[in-house]
C-alpha cells in the first residue's frame, strides 16, 4: 500500500480531515461524494400480493432470502397472504429481526427471482437513484448499523422485531459517491464474493466426498464387510460394545470459587471448544496445574463425545494431554484399537449415537448408555488405513477452510476501504 494512502486512512480512522475529504453525518468522505437520506434515493414498495399468486419469502441472516415454507414448513393464505408486498428483481427488502451477525436487521437485494411476495412488516424499498449492486454491498457491510441502533427503541419489541419506524429506517444516510465509482466499487467486491462462493464450493465438495466415503468404507447396518476397501484386507469386521474396546471418561470441573484452579496453561475442555473442528489445541477455559490436578488427564489423540445440550453429538480429537467438562465423554481407545479409526467411527456414528439421547428439556446421554453402544471395527492394519484416509481429508478440509477464512477477510477489509472512500478506485 503506498504511504499517502496509508497516511489517509490512519488519519481519517483517527478523525482528521485529510486533503481532498470532508466531514458529513456519516463519517469523512471524498468531497465529491454526496450524502443523502435513504428517502432522497429509493421509493417505498407497497403493492400487495392480494389475490395473486407469488412464491413467498423470508430473510435469513448472513444467507439472504429463502423460501418461506422451507424456513417454517408451511404455506400462508389468507388475509395474511394478501397483506404480503410485492418485490421484483433488483428490489430491496429490510428484515427488522435481530441476529448474532445482524444485531440491527439484514437489508438484501432480490437477485435470483423475478418476483415474489415478502411480509409487510419489512421495509421494502425500491432505488430510484444509484447502482444497485453498490447499495447492496453497503447495506451487507453493516454500514447502516450505528444509525439504526440510535433509532431503534430498545425496550419494546413488537413480535420478536426491533421496534423501528418506517420513516425512521428511511431517515438513515448513506453516501452517494458518482455512479461510475459506485460501479467499479460493486464490480471489485462482487469478483471478490465470486471467489469466496468458489472456495465455498470447493469446501463442499470435499464434504460431500467425505460423506459418500465414510458411507461405502463402514459396514452398512447387518453387514459384517463394507462395500469399499483398502486392498489386502478381506476380513469380516467385528462388533463389540464401545466400553468394551475403550475406556470411557466423563469430565468434571473443578470448584470455580478457588481462583488457583484456573489460568494457567493447561488445556481444559468444554462443549464451547467443539463446534466443528477436528482438532482441539487451545481451549476456552485453561487450569492451572492444581486445577488439572482435579480431573482426569487425557493422552494425545483421545477422542471427544459432546454428551449433554444442544451441541450433543460434537466430535473432537485432542492434540495434547487435558481434561475435560462433565459434558463431554471422553474415549481412550484401548491398544488394538487405532485413535484416528475411532474419532472417524464415532463421526460417523454420531447422529445415531445422538438418538440415544433421553426424552428431557435438556438432551442427555449418560456413560452407560454411551458405552452400551454396539460399533463395528476392523483389524488394527486397516483401522490404520482408514483412520489416515479420513485424517488426511480432514486436513484438506481445514485448509480450504482456511482460505475460505483469508478471503472473507479481505472482503471485509475491502468493504471498509472503498465504501467509505478511504481508498479510490481507479476509472
Not at 462443549?271 to 477455559?285: E, S
Amino acid at each position: 500500500m503506498k504511504s499517502d494512502v496509508a497516511k489517509r486512512i490512519e488519519s481519517i480512522n483517527n478523525g482528521i480531515i485529510p486533503e481532498g475529504y470532508k466531514k458529513t453525518k456519516v463519517g469523512i468522505m471524498p468531497v465529491e461524494w454526496e450524502r443523502y437520506k435513504l428517502s432522497d434515493i429509493s421509493d417505498e414498495l407497497t403493492e400487495k400480493a392480494g389475490n395473486k399468486t407469488y412464491e413467498t419469502l423470508s430473510i435469513s441472516a448472513g444467507i439472504g432470502f429463502v423460501n418461506q415454507a422451507n424456513k417454517f414448513g408451511k404455506e400462508l393464505s389468507g388475509k395474511q397472504y394478501e397483506k404480503y408486498i410485492v418485490l421484483r428483481k433488483g428490489e430491496f427488502s429490510y428484515n427488522k429481526g435481530n441476529s448474532k451477525k445482524y444485531p440491527q436487521g439484514c437489508i438484501y437485494q432480490l437477485k435470483d427471482r423475478d418476483e415474489a411476495a415478502v411480509p409487510n412488516v419489512f421495509e421494502s424499498f425500491h432505488l430510484n437513484k444509484g447502482i444497485n449492486d453498490f447499495y447492496e454491498q453497503l447495506f451487507v457491510s453493516g454500514f447502516l448499523n450505528c444509525q439504526l441502533f440510535a433509532k431503534i427503541n430498545h425496550g419494546v419489541r413488537d413480535d420478536g422485531l426491533l421496534n423501528l419506524k418506517g420513516e425512521d429506517f428511511y431517515s438513515c444516510y448513506v453516501p452517494f459517491p458518482p455512479l461510475p465509482e459506485q460501479q467499479k466499487i460493486a464490480e471489485i467486491l462482487s469478483t471478490q464474493d465470486k471467489l469466496i462462493e468458489l472456495q465455498e464450493c470447493k469446501i463442499n465438495q470435499l464434504k460431500t466426498l467425505k460423506k459418500g466415503y465414510l458411507q461405502k468404507m463402514f459396514p452398512k447396518k447387518g453387514c459384517n464387510y463394507p462395500e469399499l476397501r483398502f486392498k489386502g484386507f478381506t476380513d469380516p469386521w467385528e462388533q463389540r460394545k464401545l466400553s468394551e474396546i475403550s475406556d470411557i471418561v466423563t469430565g468434571t470441573t473443578p470448584p470455580t470459587k478457588d481462583k488457583e484452579n484456573y489460568g494457567g496453561n493447561r488445556l481444559f475442555v468444554s462443549p464451547a471448544d467443539i463446534q466443528g473442528n477436528r482438532y482441539i489445541d487451545k481451549t476456552t477455559t485453561t487450569l492451572t496445574e492444581k486445577g488439572f490436578a482435579l480431573g482426569r488427564e487425557l493422552r494425545d489423540g483421545t477422542t471427544l463425545f459432546v454428551s449433554i445440550g444442544s451441541t450433543i453429538g460434537k466430535v473432537a480429537q485432542i492434540k495434547d494431554s487435558a481434561t475435560t467438562n462433565q459434558q463431554i465423554n471422553a474415549v481412550i481407545p484401548n491398544d488394538d484399537m487405532s485413535d484416528d479409526f475411532v474419532f472417524t467411527m464415532l463421526e460417523n456414528e454420531a447422529d445415531k449415537i445422538k438418538k440415544l439421547a433421553a426424552t428431557q428439556a435438556v438432551p442427555i446421554i449418560n456413560k452407560t448408555t454411551f458405552g452400551e453402544t454396539e460399533i463395528s471395527y476392523p483389524k488394527k492394519g486397516e483401522q490404520q488405513q482408514i483412520g489416515s484416509y479420513f485424517r488426511n481429508l480432514d486436513h484438506l478440509i481445514t485448509l480450504h477452510q482456511r482460505k475460505l477464512d483469508e478471503e472473507k477477510q479481505k472482503k471485509k477489509a475491502l468493504m471498509q476501504l472503498l465504501l467509505t472512500g478511504k481508498v479510490r478506485v481507479k476509472l
